[in-house]
């Protein structure tokens, strides 16, 4: 059985899996997860988000994408040995081509129904009766695990992960800056397309097949273009909405590279000159996102930069209308990571972590006004934090 740790290398001619990091990106990704296991105290972990089992194996999960149900479950110990069970009939094929597991286990579809399969990977493994931690663990199987292995310790991974996930090694973060320069290419994309008499699932759609062709594996939230007064409710989608003249436009897009995931937003103007308000607006928010990067330091709490993008909100005409949610999340495997930089998060901040920062406005009473977001990624440093999405292009009518 091989497992994740520093003495994997990949022989020629052994199954690889698609869009494959490479051999140092693994070692680094699976000694992380084995410090990672020992600092939490934990045997081993049962995994079962998908790009958690990415992330661990390289495997590219068939779930590796929104709106399926759960359809793997990764045992991993503490010697690095992996063993997967997954509910897939297409996975009889992927796996012995795309992966590097050699003990793999098939299951239902129903996941009720998994708990003997598990049992018996954790009794093979020897962590039957060990302190075995889980990123998620549906109500059902909780209850049958602990039936037929009364002395198996469950305990929640939530802060395992947030541990692996949060502090980046350069090799990481070198991924998220491929991403973020296919992130790029799409913007540019985007923005070129943004006329009036657009639709916007036309703009998406170009956004989309220039990561594509640049190299993008996924989209792992759906690419959103909000003009006018979608702007102003924050529409999560792009819709068949035709763009007007002299409206803000928000993109909002999500790339993948190597399992490393780029998000940031931009809003743009689709003709025209920026009124007055328009001009504040972005403006207001262009203050807020310095503001919070201003604060980007480490030992900073994400509860203090969070609050420097509402003192800048609240300083202007705008406050009514400033971000009711989080300003920014981490950001490098999945989509949104904790900790979320918002109120009430007192974690600190720490060098090697990447975190998007996203002030907005949406002008919710007067849609006719529309909204900006604008988001920027940074990387913490020793001393502060580093851009990273510097090269995604920003609104040339609204920065006048």
Not at 94 to 113: A, K, N, Q
Not at 127 to 149: F, I, Q, S, T
Request: glycine share 8%; net charge negative; aromatic share 6%.
């Amino acid at each position: 059985m091989r497992g994740g740790g520093a003495d994997v290398t990949t022989r020629i001619g052994a199954p690889r899996p698609i869009f494959y990091p490479g051999d140092a990106v693994r070692r680094v990704k699976g000694d992380k997860l084995l410090r990672a296991l020992e600092s939490a105290g934990l045997d081993g972990v049962l995994v079962f988000k998908p790009e958690a089992i990415r992330y661990a194996t390289d495997f590219y999960v068939k779930g590796f994408r929104r709106f399926l149900d759960i359809e793997y479950c990764l045992l991993m110990d503490r010697r690095g040995r992996h063993a997967l069970a997954y509910s897939s009939g297409s996975d009889d094929y992927r796996l012995p081509l795309t992966s590097f597991l050699e003990d793999t286990r098939r299951v239902s579809g129903r996941v009720d129904e998994w708990a003997p399969v598990i049992v018996d990977m954790l009794t093979d493994y020897g962590l039957a009766a060990k302190r075995v931690g889980y990123d998620l663990l549906p109500a059902a199987l909780d209850v049958r695990l602990r039936e037929l292995a009364p002395h198996l310790e469950l305990r929640s991974a939530e802060a395992m992960w947030e541990q692996v996930s949060a502090d980046k090694h350069p090799l990481e973060v070198d991924c998220i800056r491929r991403a973020y320069d296919v992130l790029a290419i799409g913007i540019r994309a985007g923005i070129a397309t943004v006329v009036p008499k657009t639709r916007e699932i036309d703009v998406a759609a170009e956004i989309e097949a220039a990561m594509r062709r640049a190299g993008n594996e996924m989209t792992p939230a759906i690419t959103m273009v909000a003009s006018g007064p979608n702007a102003a409710i924050f529409e999560r989608v792009a819709t068949e909405r035709v763009i007007g003249e002299r409206e803000l436009v928000i993109l909002d897009a999500t790339a993948v590279v190597n399992g490393y995931t780029a998000d940031t937003a931009r809003t743009v103007l689709s003709s025209g000159e920026a009124t007055a308000q328009q001009q504040d607006m972005y403006r207001t928010v262009k203050a807020a996102l310095r503001a919070a990067i201003e604060a980007v330091r480490p030992g900073a709490t994400c509860a203090e930069i969070d609050g420097a993008a509402r003192r800048s909100y609240n300083a202007s005409a705008w406050s009514k209308y400033g971000s009711r949610w989080a300003t920014g999340h981490q950001i490098g495997f999945g989509l949104h990571g904790a900790p979320l930089v918002g109120p009430g998060v007192h974690e600190a901040v720490k060098p090697n972590m990447v975190m998007c920062l996203e002030p907005r406005i949406h002008v919710f009473d007067r849609p006719e006004s529309g909204g900006v977001q604008v988001e920027d990624a940074v990387l913490v440093t020793d001393t502060g934090c580093v851009v990273l999405s510097s090269d995604v292009p920003y609104s040339e009518a609204l920065e006048r």
